[in-house]
């Protein structure tokens, strides 16, 4: 038999050996399991895992990596986050140093999407306004009680992603809605199987809507989309919902906002604190018609395990691509 040669030894080496990735967040067990069959793992509880600014790749959750982080991982090639938001992440420093970030859009759009019912509706039927007068010890006559129908209601989506989309189709079923529609980035093709109405500034959409729902991210343009001035312009039934990011309703302007009884209630799932506080948003939850939730919208236990084994899945494609 010919002996083998060096250089093909170390080729099925290379072909044989698994890409190695630090894991520096829990992730659900399933993606674990996943990400030890694809990859040589690091686990956050080993002590290896102190050294993860060595690596070739990560995988992360909820961690922030600065710029200075970036800086710091002189090996790394690519990191597997998931979920859709990248804030966390010096995007910035991770494109100067040609450090790929690999996010999971799309595979939680269900899960927000239903959470963007569940306020519009509490809302709607002023749920949290009774439901905290009883825990008072107040007795609540239903005649006291007067809640918008949602049925043929206008709803006004902000972004025409997977997520926007998915929301129209329930709103359209459940609700015989109208969609209005606004995304300056989406192509004049956008939702052609869903009737609706594209404008083309969102203050058309502010005037119109009796729902207006927001999902876009956190950037310079989007900063302060919904201020003061753009409340004024809202329907004082409407009602307003953030599952996309904090910072992108300014705060004190929806504060400011409520006092004068421009719109009818708000539902926030992000918040420029996160997660929110009272000493931080006393004034915003001593309005009766706002419910605060803690950035849950992909928080189900089915959205957790497909969007981290995505995560894994991504990060594996790319690692196997650059070898």
């Given amino acids: 038999m010919a002996p083998i040669a060096t250089a093909d030894l170390q080729s099925n080496t290379r072909v044989n050996t698994k890409p190695k990735a630090y894991l520096i967040d829990s992730y659900h067990p399933e993606a674990v399991a996943r990400a030890q069959q694809l990859f040589d793992l690091v686990l956050p509880d080993s002590p290896e895992c102190k050294n993860w600014k060595q690596a070739e790749y990560l995988l992360v959750r909820g961690s922030r990596l600065t710029a200075d982080d ?19 992440i010096d995007a910035s420093a991770c494109a100067a140093s ?11 759009a269900r899960a927000v999407a239903e959470l963007v019912l569940t306020l519009t509706m509490a809302l709607a039927r002023q749920v949290r306004s009774i439901a905290v007068r009883q825990e008072l010890g107040h ?13 043929k209601c206008t709803i006004g989506i902000v972004g025409m992603g997977n997520i926007g989309k998915i929301i129209a189709e329930i709103f359209r079923g459940s609700f015989d809605s109208n969609i209005i529609a606004y995304d300056p980035y989406m192509g004049t093709h956008a939702w052609p199987d869903i009737p609706h ?5 969102v203050e058309d959409l502010f005037q119109e809507s009796d729902v207006i729902t927001l999902h876009v991210p956190f950037t310079s343009e989007t900063q302060d989309l919904i201020s003061y001035k753009q409340m004024q312009l809202m329907k004082r039934s409407a009602i307003l919902i953030n599952t996309a990011r904090g910072g992108i309703v300014n705060e004190d302007d929806l504060c400011r906002a409520l006092d004068d009884r421009l719109i009818w ?6 918040h420029v604190q996160e997660p929110p506080t ?17 950035h849950v919208g992909a928080a189900t236990a089915t959205t957790q395990r497909d969007t981290a084994v995505a995560a894994v899945e991504r990060l594996y494609a790319y690692a196997t691509r650059e070898r």
């Fill in 70 to 88: 970036i800086s710091a991982c002189r090996n790394l090639r690519a990191i597997g986050k998931q979920g859709v938001g990248v804030d966390k």
């Fill in 98 to 108: 040609g450090i790929k970030i690999l996010n999971t859009p799309g595979v939680n």
């Fill in 139 to 151: 007795a609540v006559p239903k005649e006291e009680c007067s809640g918008i129908l949602l049925h």
């Fill in 197 to 201: 109405k594209r404008v083309q500034n």
């Fill in 265 to 270: 209630g708000v539902g926030l799932d992000c």
């Fill in 278 to 294: 009272k000493e931080k948003y006393s004034s915003l939850w001593a309005h009766p018609n706002v419910l605060s939730l803690p």
